[in-house]
T-cell receptor
Framework: GDSVTQMEGPVTLSEEAFLTINCTYT??????LFWYVQYPGEGLQLLLKATKADDKGSNKGFEATYRKETTSFHLEKGSVQVSDSAVYFC?????????????FGQGTRLTINP | EADIYQTPRYLVIGTGKKITLECSQT?????MYWYQQDPGMELHLIHY???????EKGDLSSESTVSRIRTEHFPLTLESARPSHTSQYLCASSKGGGTNTGELFFGEGSRLTVL
């Protein structure tokens, strides 16, 4: 079945450092890809998405490019802030599944130190 | 901004009690979901619904049950809570139809502790 693999955490960086969180996927169809963020004590929020190959999703300084050839959707940010501390989830959705069930990666906890 | 609400946010109860976690959305979404999030952060789909009177089991077996009598409401019930049910429960919804790219809108979660 479909699956998502994220780099293991936790990840700890200093403020203004460059961030990469790796995400690779396996899917039988042509999935849409997502990054969700979960701040402490809250539910998940959509951070960005890409619906087809070579699309780049971006939001709040974060970017990720849908790479079909490498089945990857790595999350990047050029200069992180303390407020970016959260858990990040990579996910895919196969439109072939009737309920658009999302398949999530295991999550990566990010801590940014001032 | 998503309009999906969960109550209670936090609940501590004793073993054997019946509990219902409420979830409501005001976006008119057809599809709704319940995820269980374990302490290791992984998310497991336990129930979903295509619309009114539709309920399906998710990928992770759960002793909880759900109902969907109204579009906006998708409550989850545990008839007899046990310590193994201690977890965070996240409700979500999504649009139906061909325009849906798979985005889910999540509530803030209900953290259940069973003593």
């Amino acid at each position: 079945g479909d699956s998502v693999t994220q780099m293991e955490g936790p990840v700890t960086l200093s403020e203004e450092a460059f961030l990469t969180i790796n995400c690779t996927y396996t899917a039988t169809g042509y999935p849409s890809l997502f990054w969700y963020v979960q701040y402490p004590g809250e539910g998940l929020q959509l951070l960005l998405k890409a619906t087809k190959a070579d699309d780049k999703g971006s939001n709040k300084g974060f970017e990720a490019t849908y790479r079909k050839e490498t089945t990857s959707f790595h999350l990047e940010k050029g200069s992180v802030q303390v407020s970016d501390s959260a858990v990040y989830f990579c996910a895919l959705s196969d439109r072939g599944q009737g309920a658009q069930k999302l398949v999530f990666g295991q999550g990566t906890r990010l801590t940014i130190n001032p | 901004e998503a309009d999906i609400y969960q109550t209670p946010r936090y609940l501590v109860i004793g073993t054997g009690k019946k509990i219902t976690l409420e979830c409501s959305q005001t976006m008119g979404h057809d599809k709704m979901y319940w995820y269980q999030q374990d302490p290791g952060m992984e998310l497991h789909l336990i129930h979903y619904s295509y619309g009114v009177n539709s309920t399906e089991k998710g990928d992770l077996s759960s002793e909880s049950t759900v109902s969907r009598i109204r579009t906006e409401h998708f409550p989850l019930t545990l008839e007899s809570a046990r310590p193994s049910h201690t977890s965070q429960y996240l409700c979500a919804s999504s649009k139906g139809g061909g325009t849906n790219t798979g985005e889910l809108f999540f509530g803030e979660g209900s953290r259940l502790t069973v003593l």
